[in-house]
RNA sequence: GGCCGGGUGGCGGAGUGGCUACGCAGCGGACUGCAAAUCCGUGUACACGAGUUCGAGUCUCGUCCCGGCCUCCA
């Protein structure tokens, strides 16, 4: 069973061969903290940690390192604070704490490192030194440049041809750059922007400066996989691909890893539309296992279109699998020894072939339904959660995934509720079964009666 | 204009040469007091046109349509 990813830099699968198999490295651009995540930003996150998931079935729980950053500086950031005139740490710690819970509670595991473009400013300006001194970098009026034109392979990640882009360019060429196409390592900041001392005055760095430092710093020069949304090939990981190259005389990331792009009930999600959703939105809609199969039940390259239709979709699907694990547990979180069907690592050793794996969760879902014994259903169900595990689904018991959800009724009322039932239809009073059973409907309350008399519950 | 990707049944969505996935919805049946859940069965597809081949959603060329990027953006 090898791992075969797409790799952008040569837009084909190849198989995956870490440099170091006791530390495979990924470093995965994070998020820039201005604003809640929405639910473009939960899509790499989702597809990077299963693949960090699958990195770690298959090197060994301690034997890969995941970096994801922390953009803490920004323009962006800046505008945020003026706007709602507060401090700008103030945007950046609350920020930074939103996103934190979001992710969790869409089931992605905390990255090893998650360094923090602040406190990497000094490993930056060394490197924007590095570059001065190779050749790779000048300063003009305040600002230090990357000098595209020095490094031979620019271009080759993206596929663009310099002089291409520069004729088809729609922004203004800014007048302190020697070339069109250079782009800011280094830029002043005013009393009122964040800044810090360097040898070109008091500044802030470029945004594309920081991930070459910040993986630097926690992989080395040299690493193996490098994730992100397919919108930064150009110009971000682009110029990382530069920067790093040309200041460090190592190879970069060995393997590109890009996701398609998410649109919402079809269109591109963007401000001015008013289409914009939030994870926190999305989760009062459905639980963060459900969003995470509405993201994994696309393949990761493929356009996504999310909407409301297919989290439904994916939370019923879920929900599914929920069932069947109750089949064996009755309600109760399983205690036994999970494990991962050879057939399911496969699919995900095919390039993250996530609808596959949940064609696959489906199939084990069903053998628990149609095992004839006890056993035989313990036995699919060992299939079914050590799959559905490594995707980060079914991580709660079925009476969990069932119960917590909020409704018009408390669990408690509808306990006594279907008591009521019970006794009314062992008194082969129908009717008044029927009644109870309509008013629990009415507040959105499903009754599914199982053998042996005990009635389940669930939202609909 | 350049680069990249996509067009598969009512919907979602796999599938890089041959065995016509799978899920949801629909329909029929089993089970059930009736439902729900589950099980069994079932119909419908490969944007268009050429070509390669014994054989093509799958490879080649062309056409049409859709989307992304082109120095803010997952």
Redesign the pocket.
């Known amino acids: 069973m090898t791992l075969h990813l797409y790799n952008t830099f040569l837009?084909?699968?190849e198989p995956f061969a870490p440099i170091d198999p006791s530390n495979v490295r990924m470093y995965v651009?994070?998020?820039?903290v201005y604003d809640l995540a929405?639910i473009?930003?939960a899509?790499?996150v989702i597809i990077f940690d299963v693949l960090y998931r699958l990195l770690r079935l298959i090197y060994g729980e301690g034997h890969v390192t995941y970096v994801r950053n922390i953009?803490d500086v920004?323009?962006?950031i800046n505008a945020a604070a003026r706007e709602k005139n507060v401090p700008i740490a103030e945007i950046t710690a609350a920020t930074t704490a939103a996103y934190h819970a979001d992710m969790a509670a869409i089931g992605a595991l905390p990255p090893d490192h998650e360094p923090r473009a602040t406190e990497t400013i000094p490993e930056m300006v060394a490197m924007i030194e590095t570059l001065i001194q190779k050749g790779h970098a000048y300063a003009a009026d305040g600002h230090v440049l990357f000098a595209?034109q020095s490094f031979e392979d620019y271009g080759k990640l993206?596929?663009?041809?310099?002089d291409?882009?520069?004729?088809?360019?729609?922004?203004e060429v800014a007048p302190y750059k020697k070339y069109?196409?250079?782009?800011?390592l280094w830029k002043p900041s005013d009393a009122d922007t964040p800044g810090w001392d360097s040898p070109w005055g008091r500044g802030r760095p470029g945004?594309h400066i920081e991930c070459s430092a910040m993986s630097k710093k926690h992989l080395g020069v040299t690493f193996d996989i490098h994730g992100?949304?397919?919108?930064?090939?150009?110009?971000?990981h682009e110029?990382e691909v530069a920067q790093s190259v040309c200041a460090n005389a190592a190879p970069f990331a060995r393997y590109w890893v890009?996701?398609?792009?998410?649109?919402v009930e079809g269109e591109?999600?963007?401000k001015s539309l008013g289409n914009f959703r939030t994870v926190r939105q999305e989760l009062e809609k459905a639980p963060g296992e459900a969003i995470r199969l509405a993201m994994l039940?696309?393949?990761y390259?493929?356009?996504?279109?999310w909407s409301d239709?297919?989290l439904k979709?994916a939370r019923?699907?879920v929900?599914?699998w929920y069932?069947?694990y109750r089949e064996v547990t009755g309600g109760a979180k399983y205690e036994g020894e999970a494990s991962v069907p050879p057939a399911f690592a496969a699919a995900l050793c095919?390039?993250l072939?996530t609808?596959?794996a949940?064609?696959l969760l489906?199939?084990y879902?069903?053998e628990v339904?149609?095992a004839k014994t006890p056993a035989a259903k313990e036995v699919a169900l060992k299939h079914l959660l050590g799959a559905a595990n490594l995707l980060g689904l079914l991580t709660q018991g079925p009476d969990d995934w069932f119960h917590s959800e909020k409704g018009a009724l408390e669990p408690a009322e509808i306990e006594r509720l279907i008591a009521a039932?019970i006794a009314a239809?062992k008194g082969k009073d129908?009717?008044e079964?029927?009644r109870i059973?309509d008013e629990l409907a009415a507040a959105g309350v499903?009754?599914?009666?199982?053998p042996g008399g005990v009635?389940e519950w669930r939202r609909a």
Do not use: Y
């Open positions: 837009r084909a699968k651009c994070g998020p820039t929405h473009g930003n899509r790499p953009t920004d323009d962006k595209v993206s596929r663009r041809d310099q291409e882009l520069i004729a088809g360019a729609r922004v069109p196409g250079d782009f800011v945004w992100g949304g397919r919108d930064l090939i150009f110009p971000h110029n890009h996701n398609g792009f998410l649109t591109k999600m963007s039940k696309t393949h390259r493929q356009p996504l279109d239709d297919s979709e019923e699907a929900g599914k069932r069947a095919d390039d072939n609808p596959e949940r064609t489906d199939a879902a069903g339904f149609t039932r239809r129908f009717a079964a029927d059973r499903i009754l599914e009666d199982r009635t």
